[in-house]
């Protein structure tokens, strides 16, 4: 290796090296002045998602609320470390527990919280609303499903199921919950907000909910996605739109072969996992459509699914939270 050779591998180390690696999340520069948070789940929940920083010259404003509060601390500790501008806010891409929980980390710091104008009432109805309830009724439709499932395969996927939603309460009742304090109305989206040489260009995008918010850095080839995508993944669908989804992600494919992903579970990706989505959902549409042509009920359909051979590698979180939903939304 030449001096020159080994200058520049030593520079190209520098570049990735991350801001700040707590395990649970590690931020790390993608582009100048624009940051990616990548959580890693099994060394805590603290993230939960993807999110990150992006650092003008004049603001700062930070993607995501995360999971818990320091998932959110992270970010604002990263954010004082980038820059000594202000923080503009932080924007939730949706209303989900695992992109929102966190804001209280957020409110103690009296930054903003901006997000889509229906992100605040849907998570007093889905979350606030059942804080300290008793679950148990809740639960009983599941539990009953895992009761009559018709084989072993069946009951292991409804099993699943059932610990996913035991996840979910849990997650409910520990939380404190601070609801988003600059609602973007979808009359004034898109919307976008100079940080000085840098700009975020917000844009409402429905599909995994009706509260999906993309965030572009134009000036970077810089989109951060939220669960709009996931990399490698049947994506989570229970507030789904499918066939509004399948859209957005035609919409992700005209940002160009150049620009970086930022998804909401996952490593910054490319078009190529745009596509990989996009032909993940068409193959679950078809199965939809023959098995509503052959008379069968979506729960039949849902069940007689085969993950095909080119995505028996991606993630499944929990079928009836991920594969049932979608094809229940393809047959309404």
């Not at 973007?184 to 919307?191: C, E, F, G, I």
């Not at 669908?237 to 957005?248: G, I, N, Y």
Request: charged letters at 25%; one cysteine or more; a neutral charge.
């Amino acid at each position: 290796m030449t001096r020159r050779e080994l200058l520049l591998a030593m520079a190209a180390r520098a570049v990735a090296a991350p801001v700040i690696d707590r395990g649970f999340g590690r931020v790390t520069q993608i582009a100048e002045g624009v940051y990616a948070t990548l959580a890693n789940p099994a060394k805590g929940m603290q993230c939960g998602s993807n999110g990150g920083i992006i650092a003008g010259r004049d603001a700062v404003l930070i993607v995501e609320g995360h999971m818990q509060p320091a998932g959110a601390a992270l970010e604002v500790e990263a954010a004082r470390i980038i820059s000594k501008a202000p923080v503009r806010g932080a924007i939730d891409t949706h209303f989900h527990l695992d992109h929102t929980f966190g804001n209280q980390g957020y409110a103690e710091q009296k930054i903003p919280i901006l997000a889509h104008e229906r992100a605040a009432s849907l998570m007093k109805e889905r979350y606030v609303a059942i804080q300290g309830v008793n679950k148990a009724p809740l639960l009983a439709p599941v539990e009953k499903k895992v009761a009559n499932a018709r084989d072993a395969a069946d009951r292991a996927r409804k099993q699943g199921d059932l610990e996913k939603f035991k996840w979910m309460y849990a997650a409910i009742d520990a939380t404190p919950i601070a609801l988003p304090t600059e609602l973007l109305r979808v009359a004034d989206l898109p919307k976008r907000i100079d940080l000085g040489g840098l700009t975020a260009a917000i844009e409402f995008c429905p599909g995994h909910t009706e509260t999906d918010l993309l965030i572009q850095v134009p000036e970077r080839d810089v989109v951060f996605a939220g669960d709009l995508l996931f990399y490698r993944s049947y994506p989570v669908s229970v507030d789904a739109d499918m066939r509004a989804w399948r859209k957005a992600l035609d919409r992700l494919s005209r940002f160009g072969p150049r620009v970086q992903f930022v998804p909401g579970h996952g490593p910054v990706c490319g078009q190529e996992t745009v596509q990989e989505q996009a032909t993940l959902f068409d193959d679950l549409r078809v199965h939809a459509d023959r098995m509503k042509r052959d008379g069968a009920t979506a729960e039949e359909a849902e069940r007689r699914y085969t993950v095909p051979k080119q995505f028996q590698a991606f993630r499944i979180s929990a079928w009836g939270w991920t594969i049932g939903p979608a094809i229940q939304s393809f047959y309404s």
